[in-house]
Each structure stands twice: as C-alpha cells, then as structure tokens.
C-alpha cells in the first residue's frame, strides 16, 4: 500500500506527536469571540490569526487549494526553538520503521498537538480548542510531507504564530451531539468509541485517550452503501490497491497529543463516513488503522 497514494503523509505525523508530558483533557467550554477565527490556506499563502483570548477559541478554516488543507497547533515545549520543530516535523515524514519511531519521539519531547482541521477545497469547515495563555504555532501539516503538498523549502514552511491572552467574557454554545474517542481495547487494540449520534449542523467532540499515543480523527464520505469495516481493514492489511472511501473529501482533525480533545464542527451532509487515522503506532510504525482502529459512523 503506497504511502503517497493512501494520504499516509498523517501517518507518520501521528508516530510524530505520541508526546511525553502531561497533556489535560479539558472540554471546550464555549468559544470566546462572537465571530470564529478564519485560517485560509492555499498555494499562495496562510493568513491565520495573531492573536486570541484564552480559553474555548473556534476557528474556521478554508483551502484554495489541494495541496493545502490540513492546518494543527502546536504549543512548543521550554527551550524548543520554532526552527527544532520544523526539522523534527520534516523527519517524521521522512523516515520508516524504527528510524521514524524514534523520530516520532524527537517531535514528542519538542511539542505538545493540540489538533486542528482537514478540509478540501469548496468546504469550510471549524474547530474549537482549549487554550491557556501563551504561543502557540499555527502551520500547514501538508507542508512538511513533501511531494504530497506544496513541498517548500526547509524553512519555508507555513507556520504563523498565535499569541493568545489572558481570558475574556465566556460564551456558551450547543454542546456536542456525539463524542469520539480513540482507546486501547483491552485484546482487542486501539479502536474509535462513539457516544451519542452524529447530527447534521451539531459539534462534534473528539477525544485522544490512547496511552503515550498521538492520534487523529479524519471522516471520509462513503459513496458505495456496500462498504463495511471488513473492507477498510483489508485495505490498510494491503489486500486491496485502492481505499473504499473518498480520499479527496477529508474532514476532521490532524493529530492531538494523547489526554487533548477538540470539538469539530465539519460540515458532514447525512450519510455514511469511514473514521480513520493515518497515524502509526509508535509501537511497530503500523498505520493504527491496520491494527483496526476505524469505524463507520453515519450521520443523521
């Protein structure tokens, strides 16, 4: 199964980010701006806000382009320099087996995940995380993948930084219709739970539980109502060349560190979705996909 052609560019930032440190989940509480923060993407730039009050911020996020669209925040770790997370981020993606285990570990300690969006190109789509006072790091992931964005120059990377204040006036919002989490089954190994049912125009909550793992949340269309989960898990095993779900249509989230959660607001149209993760295990390198960790969910 190609790397390249499975988007499996993820997959290797998830090895990247299985952070060491302690990571609090918080939920959000409510975004703190009464309009959400925009973040557009595209080939001929980032623009992305500056500035934040703490707290529950929202963020809305929009690509021009298909080589873009996969916008995380990170928070650098004391002594991290942003030009150290550029080059661990870069090597993540550049490396396989045990030198990308240990590459994945490099990025843990430099920086803690705090996901963020994945979208296409006619769709915009939102997020909203907790955050406490301090910089913060908004970059493009796909930036640092290589042939599969834009492939810019070491350096020259999209990356802007976000500076985020002390809190201001809290507002509530609807809470989220359904919670995904990513777990350690018991025998089983690392599986999405779902609680509650995902709804049209309602939040979705997405939560990283997985021990010392970083993970992600990516939801494709089905277009084929014959699809089951057999088939997935045979693609990431390898025995089929091609995915059974849209791999041009992504939404979700990138890579969270384990103990952080973020409440999605992609705007998914009834129907059948494939969660998946393109994250490897920062056990054996495998995607976690191919250890079982997907599902499909359908939204009403």
Same mark, same amino acid.
């Given at each position: 199964?190609?790397?390249?052609?499975?988007?499996?560019?993820?997959?290797?930032?998830?090895?990247?980010?299985?952070?060491?440190?302690?990571?609090?989940?918080?939920?959000?509480?409510?975004?703190?701006?009464?309009?959400?923060?925009?973040?557009?993407?595209?080939?001929?730039?980032?623009?992305?806000?500056?500035?934040?009050?703490?707290?529950?911020?929202?963020?809305?996020?929009?690509?021009?382009?298909?080589?873009?669209?996969?916008?995380?925040?990170?928070?650098?770790?004391?002594? =991290?320099?942003?030009?150290?997370?550029?080059?661990?981020?870069?090597?993540?993606?550049?490396?396989?087996?045990?030198?990308?285990? /240990?590459?994945?570990?490099?990025?843990?300690?430099?920086?803690?995940?705090?996901?963020?969006?994945?979208?296409?190109?006619?769709?915009?789509?939102?997020?909203?995380?907790?955050?406490?006072?301090?910089?913060?790091?908004?970059?493009?992931?796909?930036?640092?993948?290589?042939?599969?964005? $834009?492939?810019?120059?070491?350096?020259? /990377?999209?990356?802007?930084?976000?500076?985020?204040?002390?809190? $201001?006036?809290?507002?509530?919002?609807?809470?989220?219709?359904?919670?995904?989490?990513?777990? /350690?089954?018991?025998?089983?190994?690392?599986?999405?739970?779902? $609680?509650?049912?995902?709804?049209?125009?309602?939040?979705?909550?997405? =939560?990283?539980?997985?021990?010392?793992?970083?993970?992600?949340?990516?939801?494709?269309?089905?277009?084929?109502?014959? =699809?089951? /989960? @057999?088939? #997935?898990?045979?693609?990431?095993?390898?025995?089929? !060349?091609?995915?059974?779900?849209?791999?041009?249509?992504?939404?979700?989230?990138?890579?969270?560190?384990?103990?952080?959660?973020?409440?999605?607001?992609? !705007?998914?149209?009834?129907?059948?979705?494939?969660?998946?993760?393109?994250?490897?295990?920062?056990? @054996?390198?495998?995607?976690?996909?191919?250890?079982?960790?997907?599902? #499909?969910?359908?939204?009403?």
């Amino acid at each position: 199964m190609s790397r390249r052609n499975a988007l499996v560019g993820l997959t290797a930032l998830g090895t990247t980010a299985a952070m060491g440190g302690t990571a609090r989940a918080r939920a959000p509480r409510g975004p703190r701006h009464t309009a959400p923060l925009d973040i557009v993407t595209g080939e001929d730039g980032l623009s992305a806000p500056s500035d934040a009050g703490a707290g529950a911020v929202t963020f809305r996020l929009r690509t021009t382009s298909d080589l873009t669209g996969a916008v995380g925040l990170a928070r650098l770790r004391h002594g =991290v320099t942003e030009a150290e997370f550029r080059t661990r981020l870069r090597r993540v993606f550049a490396t396989k087996g045990q030198e990308n285990i /240990e590459a994945a570990k490099a990025l843990m300690a430099a920086a803690e995940l705090y996901g963020g969006g994945l979208t296409h190109v006619g769709t915009d789509t939102g997020f909203t995380v907790q955050l406490e006072a301090g910089r913060y790091l908004i970059f493009e992931f796909l930036d640092f993948e290589g042939a599969r964005g $834009r492939n810019p120059a070491p350096g020259q /990377e999209y990356v802007r930084v976000l500076t985020v204040h002390q809190p $201001r006036e809290q507002r509530s919002t609807a809470p989220p219709a359904a919670t995904i989490t990513a777990w /350690e089954s018991p025998g089983l190994g690392p599986r999405f739970a779902l $609680r509650g049912r995902l709804k049209r125009g309602r939040p979705l909550r997405y =939560v990283n539980h997985m021990p010392g793992q970083v993970d992600e949340l990516a939801l494709y269309p089905l277009t084929d109502d014959t =699809v089951t /989960e @057999d088939d #997935i898990q045979a693609y990431f095993e390898g025995a089929v !060349p091609t995915p059974p779900f849209d791999v041009t249509r992504w939404l979700g989230t990138p890579p969270l560190s384990p103990g952080r959660q973020i409440a999605l607001a992609a !705007p998914c149209s009834p129907g059948r979705y494939a969660a998946i993760t393109w994250v490897t295990s920062i056990h @054996d390198a495998r995607p976690l996909a191919a250890h079982g960790q997907h599902r #499909i969910l359908t939204v009403v």
